[in-house]
């Protein structure tokens, strides 16, 4: 399933009904346990996308607490906590400052979605892990094939590149293929990953 | 024993250490009587700093309320007086007023919580967009960085100085050098730990050959160094950096006996970018200048 939540509910729910504003180390921690219950909620495998558009102010405790603390328990190349992909709407010029600023601290990269539907992918990322998922995205799906002969890597450093990039829950896998995060919440409909 | 101190007729950041000089020597519990009655002026940092040296004192000191009729207006506008009854006994007359103060973009206030930080930008939020696009001829991209830069300024307090302290937001013109400039100033200031404390709090800390309020400083306002061994702390700071270098403003933070500062690129201001041996007070007292955009 494609799941939605809206960050700014997140905030009215778990601090305080009036506040419109994510800043604080307190009011992140409180949205993000907030936002983990929610996620608790809806499976092991899941897409979800993280919408920010009606959040005022972010600032660098809250991203912290919100987008990397988020991140690092659901991302990781060891053994994330569970199959969970995000995608982040409604970032908007000032909410980047921060959001880049945390991503970058703790060396985390994200996928987000603008207004248009075209994705982005931010943070740090080297440039054949960027490459590849910007092939794959171009594609909508694709196999370690298309990214080999797109790229001149061989087949086996291609799988290698997106194994790391669907660790970092910035590609889907299905069986042998791959969906980039971004291209996968185009659909209005819900769709189940595990269909 | 009672001792008067002065305070200078323009009370801002560098004035203040005349204050500081004459109380720093005395003992906690010295009664003291601040005497203002000759002040002209008062920038949010001299206000702010005024109500965290009544904080630091064992003995409730005296206040002597400034004789002018504009000064004492302006202070209450400030709000000054309001918390200043609760830390000095005021003596002189203290001009009330209801009209606002239009340069005055958070009036002193208490920040000692996590909600108070949330008021803060709320309140100011309201008041940024015009006094800082309309009036400094700052870029509209401006607004939310600067509330950011605020609230992580006054999440210090909340985080790290282990008691409450005041923050005060004005835009003025700034006449250190000829024709001035406006400028908008941030001012935070409490008598709390202060950043070498806070940095000794650090699980497994240990000292250094040399350690002193300037290395506290050095480590964590341009190293993002915090107590806290979660790597995502210390952000808060180098995001202030980067949000005054990017308009052209001065960062400046004073605890202990040191004072360090973030210069602008501009010629606007000259200063010392570390101060060593100053005379000490407790806490921390930050303030964030950005002057107006010129041609």
Redesign the interface.
């Given at each position: 399933m494609i799941n939605h939540i809206d960050v700014s509910s997140m905030l009215r729910k778990s601090v305080?009904e009036l506040?419109?504003?994510l800043?604080?180390?307190?009011?992140g921690a409180a949205v993000r346990c907030e936002i983990e219950q929610e996620l608790d909620r809806i499976g092991d495998r899941a897409l979800t996308v993280i919408d920010f558009s009606h959040v005022?102010?972010?600032?660098?405790?809250c991203a912290?607490?919100i987008v990397?603390?988020l991140l690092l328990q659901y991302v990781s190349l060891d053994a994330p906590r569970r199959e969970v992909y995000f995608v982040f709407r409604g970032i908007?010029?000032?909410h980047m400052?921060?959001i880049e600023?945390?991503l970058e601290?703790?060396k985390l990269a994200l996928v987000t979605q603008h207004a248009d539907g075209a994705s982005r992918l931010i943070g740090i990322v080297d440039v054949d892990e960027r490459r590849a998922w910007e092939i794959i995205s171009q594609l909508g799906a694709g196999v370690s094939a298309d990214v080999a002969d797109a790229t001149g890597l061989s087949h086996d450093e291609a799988e290698r590149m997106l194994d790391i990039l669907w660790r970092r829950r910035l590609v889907i896998r299905h069986d042998s293929a791959y969906v980039a995060v971004g291209s996968a919440t185009a659909p209005v409909e819900p769709v189940r990953l595990d269909a | 024993m009672t001792t008067i101190i002065n305070v200078p007729h323009s009370l801002e950041d560098k004035s203040f250490e005349q204050v500081l000089d004459q109380v720093a020597p005395l003992p906690l519990d010295e009664k003291i009587i601040v005497d203002t009655r000759h002040a002209r002026w008062a920038s949010p940092y001299g206000l702010t700093a005024l109500l965290a040296l009544a904080q630091s004192r064992a003995e409730r000191p005296v206040l002597y309320v400034p004789e002018a009729e504009n000064v004492s207006t302006y202070w209450s506008r400030m709000d000054f007086f309001k918390h200043a009854a609760e830390l000095y006994e005021l003596q002189g007359r203290v001009r009330s007023t209801k009209a606002a103060e239009t340069s005055v973009l958070l009036e002193v206030t208490s920040i000692s919580k996590?909600?108070d930080?949330?008021d803060v930008?709320?309140k100011i939020?309201q008041r940024a967009q015009d006094a800082l696009v309309k009036n400094l001829n700052l870029d509209a991209?401006i607004t939310?960085?600067f509330?950011?830069a605020l609230?992580?300024v006054c999440?210090n307090i909340?985080?790290h100085a282990g008691r409450g302290g005041w923050v005060a937001v004005q835009t003025y013109t700034w006449r250190v050098r000829l024709g001035g400039r406006k400028v908008v100033v941030i001012a935070v200031c409490d008598p709390g730990i202060g950043f070498r404390q806070s940095l000794e709090s650090a699980p497994g800390f240990q000292k250094r050959e040399r350690w002193d309020d300037g290395q506290a400083l050095e480590e964590t306002v341009m190293r993002g160094a915090s107590r806290f061994r979660d790597?995502?702390?210390g952000?808060?700071l180098?995001?202030v950096r980067?949000f005054v270098g990017t308009w052209d403003g001065k960062l400046s933070i004073r605890s202990g006996t040191a004072r360090i500062a973030v210069l602008p690129k501009g010629d606007w201001d000259e200063d010392e970018p570390l101060l060593e041996d100053l005379s000490y007070f407790p806490g921390a007292q930050v303030q964030i200048t950005i002057p107006e955009r010129v041609a």
């Amino acid at each position: 399933m494609i799941n939605h939540i809206d960050v700014s509910s997140m905030l009215r729910k778990s601090v305080c009904e009036l506040y419109s504003n994510l800043v604080t180390r307190p009011t992140g921690a409180a949205v993000r346990c907030e936002i983990e219950q929610e996620l608790d909620r809806i499976g092991d495998r899941a897409l979800t996308v993280i919408d920010f558009s009606h959040v005022g102010l972010l600032d660098f405790s809250c991203a912290d607490e919100i987008v990397a603390k988020l991140l690092l328990q659901y991302v990781s190349l060891d053994a994330p906590r569970r199959e969970v992909y995000f995608v982040f709407r409604g970032i908007s010029e000032s909410h980047m400052d921060a959001i880049e600023a945390v991503l970058e601290r703790h060396k985390l990269a994200l996928v987000t979605q603008h207004a248009d539907g075209a994705s982005r992918l931010i943070g740090i990322v080297d440039v054949d892990e960027r490459r590849a998922w910007e092939i794959i995205s171009q594609l909508g799906a694709g196999v370690s094939a298309d990214v080999a002969d797109a790229t001149g890597l061989s087949h086996d450093e291609a799988e290698r590149m997106l194994d790391i990039l669907w660790r970092r829950r910035l590609v889907i896998r299905h069986d042998s293929a791959y969906v980039a995060v971004g291209s996968a919440t185009a659909p209005v409909e819900p769709v189940r990953l595990d269909a | 024993m009672t001792t008067i101190i002065n305070v200078p007729h323009s009370l801002e950041d560098k004035s203040f250490e005349q204050v500081l000089d004459q109380v720093a020597p005395l003992p906690l519990d010295e009664k003291i009587i601040v005497d203002t009655r000759h002040a002209r002026w008062a920038s949010p940092y001299g206000l702010t700093a005024l109500l965290a040296l009544a904080q630091s004192r064992a003995e409730r000191p005296v206040l002597y309320v400034p004789e002018a009729e504009n000064v004492s207006t302006y202070w209450s506008r400030m709000d000054f007086f309001k918390h200043a009854a609760e830390l000095y006994e005021l003596q002189g007359r203290v001009r009330s007023t209801k009209a606002a103060e239009t340069s005055v973009l958070l009036e002193v206030t208490s920040i000692s919580k996590s909600d108070d930080v949330h008021d803060v930008v709320d309140k100011i939020q309201q008041r940024a967009q015009d006094a800082l696009v309309k009036n400094l001829n700052l870029d509209a991209k401006i607004t939310m960085r600067f509330t950011m830069a605020l609230s992580e300024v006054c999440q210090n307090i909340v985080e790290h100085a282990g008691r409450g302290g005041w923050v005060a937001v004005q835009t003025y013109t700034w006449r250190v050098r000829l024709g001035g400039r406006k400028v908008v100033v941030i001012a935070v200031c409490d008598p709390g730990i202060g950043f070498r404390q806070s940095l000794e709090s650090a699980p497994g800390f240990q000292k250094r050959e040399r350690w002193d309020d300037g290395q506290a400083l050095e480590e964590t306002v341009m190293r993002g160094a915090s107590r806290f061994r979660d790597p995502g702390r210390g952000q808060g700071l180098a995001g202030v950096r980067k949000f005054v270098g990017t308009w052209d403003g001065k960062l400046s933070i004073r605890s202990g006996t040191a004072r360090i500062a973030v210069l602008p690129k501009g010629d606007w201001d000259e200063d010392e970018p570390l101060l060593e041996d100053l005379s000490y007070f407790p806490g921390a007292q930050v303030q964030i200048t950005i002057p107006e955009r010129v041609a």
